[in-house]
């Protein structure tokens, strides 16, 4: 099947199948941290999680099957009563503690279905900071219900002792109303193409851009997490040379972010497909670090980040100047 020219998404040959699958980590004796650091290991969670090293965490994503009836690659998720599903989460969580650092931060996605679920278990593991909520905009809306278009992602820490970059997740937004005092710009400045004004961030994420068919990071996998959602997370909870840990990682957006901004990082996935994806995304990181939606050190609004390519300001919902187009709902990232 031929692609169309400006389909950027990611694809596998079997030459690079045979070439990841070497790289690819198992273990099934307890390990050091040195051999798991910067590694993809392709296992069950549930399989080596009392094999990794205590305390070594520094921030924890999770982004687990979310609480529906969904396929991922050869495998399936069944959708379970509310709690049937809080104990499939407390069977892994409580065990993912032992790995965590005292000054650690945790981040838990989910969405309508599961986020009650995901709260109660923050609540009873770790002090919990506040919810999160992105627009993901996707589909075409629903005839008989309101179209489900939001996620939730849950932020806590073990104590009252860890990480917040607050200055380090600034969104850039076009100022609407420019006041001026005394002649003088209020909060905001004047650049060759607009007024700006950085805001701090907050808990509702309304410049996501959800991965689809024209953006380089985009794969085949049907709930991937966009790397600019990671790189608020990672900048805003963890340092450089710090430990990120991802035990449904999916394609490998949280190692390939983390890659990105200079922190080290241990992912867990099931599916080897996926890794072989996560794999190549990494090896691909080592030669570009951008990430879209993200410049200068400051995210960008939606529609208003300049073009990388020449530098013009272009109406885009990415850093390579493409229009936004909806995608899938969450679980592996």
């Known amino acids: 099947m031929t692609r169309a020219p400006r389909n950027r998404t990611i694809m596998l040959s079997d030459k690079e199948r045979g070439i990841y699958r070497h790289k690819l980590l198992r273990i099934d004796s307890p390990v050091s941290l040195e051999q798991v650091l910067n590694k993809v290991i392709n296992q069950d969670i549930f399989e080596i999680v009392d094999l990794l090293p205590s305390k070594f965490i520094d921030l924890l994503f999770i982004d687990p099957p979310y609480n529906l009836t969904k396929t991922f690659n050869t495998r399936s998720f069944k959708q379970l009563s509310v709690k049937k599903y809080m104990d499939w989460i407390d069977s892994w969580l409580k065990r993912i503690k032992r790995l965590l650092k005292p000054t650690a931060s945790i981040y838990i996605c989910g969405d309508w279905r599961s986020s ?32 489900n278009n939001s996620e939730d992602i849950w932020f806590c820490t073990v104590s009252n002792n860890f990480t917040f970059n607050a200055e380090a997740v600034k969104l850039k937004r076009r100022v609407i109303a420019p006041y001026r005092e005394d002649g003088i710009p209020k909060d905001w400045v004047e650049e060759k193409d607009g007024k700006y004004r950085l805001t701090s961030p907050s808990n509702i994420w309304t410049d996501i851009t959800i991965p689809f068919w024209s953006m380089p990071e985009n794969t085949p996998h049907p709930t991937q997490k966009p790397e600019k959602l990671l790189a608020k997370i990672i900048l805003a909870s963890s340092n450089e040379g710090d430990i990120v840990f991802d035990p449904f990682a999916g394609v490998g957006t949280t190692g390939v972010v983390a890659k990105k901004l200079k922190r080290n990082f241990v992912m867990v996935e099931i599916d080897e497909e996926y890794c072989f994806y996560a794999e190549k995304r990494l090896e691909t990181a080592g030669k570009e670090s951008s990430i879209q939606g993200y410049s200068s050190g400051v995210f960008w609004e939606r529609n208003t980040l300049k073009d990388v390519r020449n530098g013009n300001t272009r109406k885009s919902n990415s850093a390579y100047g493409l229009p936004l187009f909806p995608n899938v709902e969450g679980g592996g990232s």
Do not use: M, P, Q, Y
């Not at 278990?121 to 008989?144: Q, S, W, Y």
């Open 116 to 147: 009650s679920a995901v709260h109660l278990l923050c609540e009873k593991h770790f002090i919990v900071r506040n919810r999160i909520t992105f627009e993901r905009e996707k589909g075409r809306g629903a005839k008989k219900d309101w179209k």
